[in-house]
């Protein structure tokens, strides 16, 4: 039976411990006493409606979980539904709200959106509220108890769970977790090892070269004496705009905040092992969320402070928490850094974790809070410390479309950057990397303002894409990550994980997605055969981490070198009707008899490049891979020539017009190439990973598909839409733009499908999409609507 420890007792380490309860050994071990980190003082807000499917999913569980638990083991959890209303004081925030409550109902819940005089809570003044999301599913639980009664289901199968037993270093050997070493200098061997100890998991993480973007902050509330008079339970209330939150607890009110500018605690300094630890209590930084609730909530100026409750909490750079097996480290796996989420998603987390763990795989899509997301950079300690200016107070900011972080920038930057900035970028971060996502020409399209519908930086979109049909643009494709994989068992390697056929002539490149044993889409690649034992595989910025890993740990025991080489090369889109010619004019190559998806070294502006014919955004083009050191000299020449950069957005604009998939959105490891349309991209005549499942999959038909939407109406569309078709949800959308050329608004969407259905028959339904609270009329496509036949990407 697999041994496996977890390090830390507080709420998530405890769900793990529980979920693997019976199907593994299980060693936890807390440093101190259970709870004693900031599980004791969680607020104990149980909120399964989220963001995301994801995130929902997770949190759902608790609802079927906590009452069970509470039979299964004999003791109360406190757990109490109360209902809850998010309260929203911006017209914008209902835009939000309604998106959000739209996926909540197709996921199973029952919220509702309200005008402020449904609003059923007595006391409260309702001046400036413009609107509320109410949510019957909204609870209370008892962080304590929850984690005492977790403790005793799983000591009941079989759990060994010791207190004040503090470990000193995860143990790691040829790149594996091999067990702890505890304080006292013993040694504890485990298959596995579960990193729960939330705030004080990054030193154990960076001893063992794992990145972390983690930080502990002062988190507050307060808690009133008891207030006669109020509803009992007391419904959890979100004041949005204003940070702040408010539930009731036994006749009294908990109200705590999300502060901006948090303030840094060092968990390793001279309080970090105190037990059950109060910091000073801190009403300057606590005021704003006082003040708040006295305007909401007028009785308060009549009620007492029980207790001021500040203490630790820990927050990860972009305010989703760390879960999953490291990238560096087999074995090794990580939950923490739950940004005041914890109890509400320690269900899910745990259940989640322990399958992934014992299954070898993940149990769903878990990509949003895949710890392989994350930028090594992203955990440096002045970087984090920056980051807390902001998100801590982003857990309740408005989640405006295409919102881009302030505090904590210029992490990442291609060679080029100065030139790129020269040119107007105006700066996004995609990925950790700066980004240019438009190009201002002037001081009026510098720093636009976010908005829930048109996108003020759409016109300069269509302007940088009308460039590639008379005129060469240039894209800043620096971000992909590259890696070159050689050694005598190259081949081998990579025809196992690659659905198409690489066994192809050198120069050629080839689009393959990699999947897993499921048939999953774990990555999205394209595959370049540089020699017989030699191949350069380029895939997603955001993707970095999590593809060199997938890549590393299929390669253990074969003949191969892999090797990232994202940042040692510069990538220039060369993009437009002209381009062929264009090129020629700086190159003493042939551009004639250059076929498509094919590669070559070549020579422009006098420098050596390799030049791979592929277009991301359906235009004659060519992607130029230079030598970080020698990519100024080509860009000049490019851009002295007439070259016009075009930005981010607009990439997404076109691509969307060619139907063409973005992983992380469209793709994923719980859809199939198939189910993608990349079937294509398969070949069932090879042996691969996933091959029996496609082949299983194709053999028995598909029961949905991904389907290019036209929506005549024009609504901001950006994922995760309820698809309608007579009166129920078929899916939903995993993303869209506006065309930068066509103009039309696009979305692609994940249906369910009759058995059989072809293309012509998806066409003859009539659907519907939900955005925002309102129904468009959506018309699937057989085609992408630009260049549908690729004549000027291939011409």
């Given amino acids: 039976m697999t041994q496996i420890i977890i390090v830390g007792g507080g709420i998530i380490g405890l769900s793990l411990a529980y979920h693997l309860a019976g199907r593994a050994k299980v060693v936890l071990l807390e440093r101190n006493q259970l709870t004693s980190g900031t599980s004791w003082h969680a607020a104990g807000i149980v909120g399964p409606l989220r963001a995301t499917p994801g995130m929902t999913r997770l949190a759902m569980y608790a609802l079927e979980l906590f009452p069970r638990l509470e039979q299964e083991c004999g003791l109360s959890t406190g757990y109490r539904q109360t209902g809850g209303y998010w309260l929203a004081r911006d017209v914008a925030r209902m835009d939000e709200l309604h998106r959000i409550g739209s996926l909540g109902r197709h996921l199973g819940l029952t919220p509702s959106i309200l005008e402020p005089g449904q609003i059923d809570v007595p006391g409260l003044h309702l001046n400036g509220v413009v609107g509320a999301l109410h949510v019957e599913e909204d609870a209370n639980v008892n962080p304590v108890d929850l984690c005492m009664a977790y403790a ?10 010791r207190e004040n037993a503090q470990v000193a270093e995860l143990l790691v050997e040829n790149g594996s977790a091999k067990g702890v070493r505890m304080a006292d200098g013993s040694e504890l061997p485990a298959d596995q090892v579960a990193l729960c100890a939330g705030a004080w998991s990054k030193r154990l993480a960076d001893n063992a070269g ?7 902050v002062e988190h ?28 009731g607890d036994a006749g009294k009110l908990v109200i705590g905040g999300f502060e901006p500018n948090a303030k840094i605690w060092d968990a390793f300094g001279p309080e970090g092992d105190r037990p059950f630890l109060e910091l000073p209590e801190d009403w300057d930084q606590f005021m704003p969320f006082m003040e708040g609730a006295l305007d909401l909530i007028p009785a308060l100026a009549e009620t007492g402070i029980q207790h001021f409750m500040n203490g630790p909490e820990s927050f990860t750079a972009d305010t989703k928490p760390l879960i999953g097996q490291t990238p560096e480290v087999n074995g090794l796996f990580v939950a923490a850094g739950m940004n005041s989420v914890g109890v509400m998603s320690s269900a899910g987390i745990g259940r989640a974790l322990a399958d992934w763990m014992l299954l070898g795989e993940l149990p769903m899509d878990l990509w949003e809070v895949d710890i392989a997301r994350v930028d090594p950079l992203t955990a440096d300690r002045d970087h984090i410390e920056t980051r807390m200016e902001e998100a801590v107070s982003d857990a309740f900011a408005l989640h405006w479309p295409f919102k881009q972080p302030g505090a904590g920038r210029g992490l990442r930057k291609s060679a080029l950057h100065d030139r790129w900035q020269a040119a107007g970028a105006q700066f996004g971060l995609t990925a950790g990397w700066e980004r240019g996502l438009w190009y201002a020409q002037n001081k009026d399209e510098r720093n636009l303002s976010y908005s829930v519908g048109d996108q003020p930086w759409h016109p300069i979109a269509v302007r940088e894409a009308a460039q ?12 992909f990550s590259k890696f070159d994989i050689r050694g005598p068992d190259a081949l081998t390697l990579m025809q196992y994980l690659a659905n198409a056929n690489l066994d192809v002539p050198v120069g ?80 003493p190559d ?44 080509v860009f000049d020449a490019l851009y002295d020539r007439g ?75 950006l994922h995760d839409e309820p698809i309608w078709e007579g009166g129920r949800v078929v899916g939903l959308t995993t993303s869209g733009a506006r065309g930068a050329r066509t103009g039309q608004t696009l979305a692609l969407g994940l249906i369910v499908i009759a058995p059989g259905e072809d293309i012509s028959a998806t066409c003859d339904r009539s659907f519907e999409i939900e955005i925002a609270g309102t129904f468009h009329k959506a018309h699937a496509m057989k085609r992408s609507t630009f260049d549908p036949a690729g004549k000027r990407m291939r011409g």
């Fill in 152 to 161: 005793k289901a799983a000591r009941a199968k079989g759990v060994e769970i």
């Fill in 210 to 216: 794992v990145a972390l973007p983690l930080q502990a």
């Fill in 220 to 247: 507050m509330y307060v808690v009133t004496e008891p207030m006669a008079g109020i509803p009992h339970p007391y419904p959890v209330l979100r004041d949005l705009d204003r940070g702040f939150y408010v539930k």
């Fill in 468 to 479: 590639m049909q008379d005129g060469i643009a240039l894209i800043d494709l620096s971000p």
């Fill in 508 to 587: 050629q490149a080839v689009y393959t997605p990699l999947t897993n044993a499921k048939g999953g889409i774990e990555a999205d690649v394209t595959i370049v055969r540089v020699a017989a034992d030699r191949f350069r595989m380029t895939s997603g910025a955001a993707t970095r981490r999590k593809d060199l890993a997938w890549l590393r740990r299929h390669a253990t025991g074969k003949n191969v070198k892999i090797e990232d080489v994202t940042e040692a090369e510069v990538v220039i889109g060369v993009m437009g009707v002209g381009s062929r010619e264009f090129l020629k004019s700086l190159s």
């Fill in 590 to 633: 042939d551009w004639d008899a250059f076929p498509f998806s094919t590669s070559r070294d070549v020579t422009v502006a006098s420098q050596p490049v390799t030049a791979t014919r592929l277009s991301f955004v359906g235009e004659l083009g060519w992607e130029l891979s230079i030598d970080a050191n020698q990519a100024g000299p």
């Fill in 643 to 717: 070259a016009r950069p075009l930005g981010h957005f607009a990439v997404d604009a076109c691509r969307i017009e060619k139907g063409f998939r973005h992983w992380g959105h469209d793709l994923g490891p719980e859809i199939t190439p198939l189910e993608a349309g990349l079937g294509f991209a398969v070949d069932l005549d090879k042996r691969f990973l996933g091959r029996a499942a496609l082949a299983a999959q194709k053999a028995q038909g598909l029961t949905r598909k991904l389907v290019l939407f036209d929506i005549p109406s024009h609504p901001l569309v």
